[in-house]
Structures are given as C-alpha cells and as structure tokens.
C-alpha cells in the first residue's frame, strides 16, 4: 500500500535554532517527492519539488534532501523563525500525474521566541 | 493576480442540505482538484478534472459531484450532505509537468463546511 509517514507528529523549538523534519514513503513506482508549508487556517504552499535524480533542494532557509534508495526524505529549517511556524506536508508523487499524490499527515511546527 | 479562490470560506448546514463549493483559478492552469483535509489524515483527492470537459474520481468520490464549468472554474456539489462530509475542503491547480511546469500544485485557501 502506498503510504507516507511523517515524524515526528509535531515539534517544539526556539527561534534561530535548526530543526530536521522526516519522511518516509513506500510509494511505487516514484515519480517524485514534494513538501508544502500550510499555516493554520490557510491552504498548502509549495516548498520544494524533487525527482528521484535529485538527491538536495533549497529554497531559502528550508532545504530538503532526498534518499530514493532508502526512500527517505527531510526538510532541514535553518535559523527559525517564528513565520516558520506551520505545519509541513510532505507529499509523494506515485507518477507524473498529480492525481496519484499520497499526502502525509504532516509535522506541526512551533517556533516561540 | 488571484491565483486560486474559494468560495465560501465557511459554511453550517443541516443534514440533507445541498450546497455547492465554488473554485476559479487565474494562471490558465489545464488541471483542477478537489481535497478533503480531516484532523489526522492527509489530504485526500476527492475529484479532479486533468483538462476542460473532463472529470474523474479521486479516493473519495462518493456522495459528491464536480462541474468543470470552463478553463477557469470547477465546482464541487454535495447534494444531501452528511456529517461524515464535515472537513475543510482545499481546491486546487496545477499545469502538467514539462518545459514549462514542475507539476507544481496551487492551493485555494479553503473552505470549512459544518454539517449537523
């Protein structure tokens, strides 16, 4: 069964400290892996998008790694922020058509000062 | 520009009640989609139309229907809705992936329906 799971649940850190959020899918065949940032009461916003080629992606202070071997995956935040503050879905592609997405229940983030 | 909007942003209904969930995008994007959100759950697809005048079933079909109404516009109907269809529902789009797309999915903001 294709699956995603995320961990941990949810995560407590200080402002200006690097956190690592986890991956792990068993979704076949891989087309490609995405994270999405949602703050509360809004709609998902796209961090990254992987393929299988790609093993590194940043975008900004959020950089995402990608092992197909193991078939792991994390988003590593540097220097937070309390607008990091949300919870990240980490979203597997099982073909190039975004009708097969298999989306994980998602790590929910604080950041206080 | 908008980019995807939603509406309404709230709802309360009654069981039995029907309503529809309005969606338009702004990016002429080919494909639309309807979530479901539910505490403890990923999102899961509901519908989805891959271009105009076509539609298909997601993972959660039953008990509602789509209308892919243009390029721009794709609703979702309940037509006798049910508790078990309380959820924050998230439309969204996104062009196919190629030359000129990552396959990038665009969000709305989400509607929150009630029913009792």
């Known amino acids: 069964k294709n699956q995603v799971e995320q961990s941990p649940q949810s995560l407590i850190i200080l402002e200006g400290k690097n956190c690592t959020l986890q991956c792990n899918y068993t979704v076949s065949p891989f087309s490609n892996l995405r994270w999405y940032k949602q703050d509360t009461g809004r709609g998902p916003v796209s961090l990254t998008i992987?393929?299988?080629?790609?093993n590194t992606k940043s975008n900004g202070r959020y950089t995402a790694t990608l092992d197909a071997d193991t078939k792991q995956s994390s988003l590593h935040i540097t220097a937070s922020q309390l607008s990091d503050s949300a919870s990240y879905i980490c979203?597997?592609?099982?073909?190039?058509?975004?009708?097969?997405?298999?989306f994980g229940t998602g790590t929910r983030l604080q950041v206080f000062p | 520009n908008a980019g995807v909007t939603q509406t309404p942003k709230f709802q309360v209904l009654k069981t039995g009640q029907s309503m529809t969930l309005q969606c338009a995008q702004d990016m002429n994007h080919n494909s639309m989609y309807w979530y479901r959100q539910d505490p403890g759950m990923g999102l899961r697809l509901i519908y989805y139309s891959a271009s105009e005048g076509t539609t298909d079933k997601g993972e959660v079909p039953n008990g509602y229907n789509v209308s892919r109404l243009n390029k721009r516009e794709f609703s979702l109907r309940l037509e006798s809705a049910a508790p078990s269809q309380t959820s924050v529902y998230f439309c969204a789009s996104t062009l196919p992936p190629g030359l000129r797309s990552t396959g990038e999915l665009f969000f709305g903001e989400g509607s929150r329906l009630t029913v009792l």
């Open positions: 979203v597997v592609s099982a073909r190039e058509n975004t009708d097969k997405l298999i």
């Open positions: 992987m393929t299988f080629s790609e």
